[in-house]
């Protein structure tokens, strides 16, 4: 690289001749972003493709290579009776899969909006200054620090029909009338998954929001101040539509989280049809149940309905990713 | 007059604290409460306490003594720190070339990553099963460190460029000039700077490694491979009906208590780690 012109490393504008320097420049990040490209194509890219691939075969466990060609079969096939009815089958008339798809679009909806909501609660807490706030700030970072699955575990056992804590407190101050068997109930496992899931990811919204809140200029307020402007018209007409970027990036980063979510439903709620989401139906299917294809054809459709909730939702919310230059 | 004024001002302030008092108890109540149960043994774990009134090791010991908890911990310790350090590795290179040299189709180049770290794990499960097959690590802690690359790589190529983007482009500069090629400047003049960065996106990835739980519970199969989320969400007792709720309390501080220190230590540097793979974009 021994060069005698002081070329500028980042190509500026107006710069006519692309020095020798640049093209070098250009082939090391060739060479830099390889590995990283490797990596991600034989951990992401080849397995995505070859699980479409099996929902389009009939293979099973223990027979992934000599599985056959079966076309759309395992999303959709029919067969006439001779009696002249026609007899649907396939995973796009499984009753199992639409419930399955309820249940995760329901949780995503409420533990995603609920978590915005206090999320924000607490991202304008700690955008106030007051005594304490450090351990506030330290305080909520202890539910995301905490792994999914021992908050399960802990609210699992907080939940308990029996011995929890929170029949006995709800008791107490005769929130509840009878103990409550949370998880088993299908009426309130729901409930359960999103009281855990809201306490566990809130802090994460928090945090995305403040830094957000934290942007805005404290000038503004000042004027508004002066201007006599309420506290609540402040809050819908200052800080709302100045966050509404960090706002909609934190939304979206947590409703695809929500749309994948396994581990908290498959460890608090077990086997109960009420919170069973498409991915703890499709890797029933998968591995539990030996029906490989059809699992893998749940789990195409689950990633095509999760690209398409995501690109409906930067289209309509005009969400930025300004990632590219600088 | 002022009166009023003074006990209005005096209640805002007081449903504030109340708000911050709300806050703090709740997010550090069940952390607690499961401290609480782990010291607790016998009919004692069956009888619901707010306060710590008895205190034994039995669980702890019970846990750490007997099954295969301690290997489990080693198991999560070694694959989380061996994915750290290559996804830290592939990713320095990477976001190098990512934030400090034009090329064309940079931009898709960063969507597609972002993309890719947002992807559902269940899409790739049935495919990956195959490929951890055919190289023959099912089973093994490499099935997990291979596939738990999926999601820290992208997490730390995404933020690792946003921090190297924002790196002065005189540093570099003066680099060039004296007539260094990428790879030292990487290597010298980055990587000292850099490691703040490196920490804090080791740390994340970290915890993701640790707390991951779909990939570990499908690609392991026998008690000696587990990581430690499948070891807990598996432990069960004598029968079917008497859940160790003391020993899964007490597997569960212990899995729970070096993250939460670790998240207190580096709190700062936590938080804008967040906000830069999230906000910042």
């Known amino acids: 690289m021994a060069t005698d012109t002081l070329a500028p490393p980042m190509a500026m504008p107006g710069v006519r001749i692309k020095s020798e320097l640049m093209q070098q420049r250009v082939r090391a990040a060739r060479w830099f972003l390889l590995p990283m490209l490797i990596a991600l194509a034989v951990v992401a890219g080849w397995p995505l ?56 679009l329901r949780f995503a909806a409420y533990s995603v909006t609920f978590e915005a909501i206090f999320g924000m609660i607490v991202a304008l807490v700690l955008n106030a200054e007051f005594k304490g706030r450090g351990i506030v700030r330290a305080a909520i970072l202890i539910p995301w620090a905490i ?6 575990k802990m609210w699992s056992w907080m939940l308990n029909d029996q011995f929890g804590i929170l029949n006995d407190l709800g008791m107490r101050l005769g929130l509840l009338s009878q103990k409550v068997a949370w998880t088993a109930n299908s009426d309130t496992a729901m409930t ?75 460890v608090l709620t077990p086997n109960s049809d009420s919170t069973k989401t498409m991915s703890v139906l499709a890797r ?43 | 007059m002022v009166g009023t004024f003074n006990l209005w001002g005096a209640t805002k302030t007081t449903l504030f604290y109340l708000l ?90 960063l969507m597609t990553i972002l993309a890719v770290s947002m992807f559902p794990q269940i899409a790739v499960l049935a495919g990956l099963f195959e490929v951890i097959r055919s190289l023959g690590i099912y089973n093994t802690p490499w099935a997990l460190i291979f596939s738990y690359t999926i999601f820290t790589l992208p997490f730390t190529v995404w933020v690792l460029t946003t921090f190297m983007r924002d790196l002065p482009l005189e540093i570099e500069e003066a680099a060039i000039v004296d007539g260094a090629t990428p790879w030292v400047i990487i290597t010298r003049v980055f990587m000292p700077l ?38 807990i969400a598996l432990l069960s007792g004598g029968s079917s009906h008497e859940i160790p709720w003391g020993a899964i309390m007490a597997a ?26 999230g906000v910042k974009g």
């Open chain 1, 49 to 104: 493709l070859r699980s479409i691939y099996f929902s389009f075969t009939d293979a099973s466990l223990n027979n992934l290579y000599g599985a056959e060609w079966v076309g759309f079969n395992n999303y959709l096939r029919w067969t006439t009776l001779d009696s002249g009815k026609t007899v649907y089958r396939g995973l796009l008339v499984d009753p199992k899969w639409w419930g399955a798809v309820g249940n995760t």
């Open chain 1, 147 to 152: 792994p999914t699955i021992v908050s399960a």
């Open chain 1, 192 to 266: 359960a998954v999103l009281i855990v899931d809201i306490w566990k990811t809130t802090p994460f919204m928090a945090l995305l929001i403040l830094a957000g809140l934290q942007m805005i200029p404290k000038d503004i307020y000042e004027a508004a101040e002066i201007d006599g402007v309420h506290p609540v018209k402040q809050f819908f007409r200052i800080t709302l539509p100045l966050v509404r970027p960090a706002l909609m990036v934190a939304i979206i980063f947590r409703l695809l989280d929500a749309l994948r979510i396994f581990d908290l439903i498959y």
């Open chain 1, 284 to 326: 029933e299917n998968l591995f539990d149940f030996d029906k490989f294809a059809y699992g893998s054809a749940m789990s195409t459709l689950l990633f095509l309905i999760i690209a398409i909730l995501t690109i409906l939702y930067i289209w309509l919310g005009k969400v930025r990713f300004d990632g590219g230059d600088r």
């Open chain 2, 20 to 109: 911050v008092i709300f806050i703090v108890v709740e997010s550090v109540f069940p952390f607690y409460y499961a401290i609480l149960t782990s010291f607790k043994t016998g009919t004692d774990l069956f009888r619901v306490s707010y306060w710590p009134d008895s205190f034994s090791w039995g669980n702890y010991a019970a846990v750490l003594n007997t099954g295969s908890f301690p290997r489990n911990l080693l198991n999560s310790v070694f694959i989380s720190a061996t994915t750290v350090l290559l996804a830290l590795f592939l990713a320095i290179t990477a976001s190098f070339a990512l934030s400090r040299v034009r090329f064309r189709g940079r931009g898709l180049l």
């Open chain 2, 194 to 231: 850099m490691w703040p960065a490196l920490v804090t996106t080791g740390l994340l990835a970290f915890i993701g490694a640790w707390n991951e739980f779909l990939f570990a519970l499908t690609f392991t199969s026998s008690n000696d491979t587990r990581t430690v989320p499948v070891a």
């Open chain 2, 252 to 277: 569960s501080v212990i899995v729970t208590v070096p993250l939460v220190v670790l998240v207190l230590i580096f709190q700062r540097k936590i938080v804008s780690g967040l906000t830069a793979g």
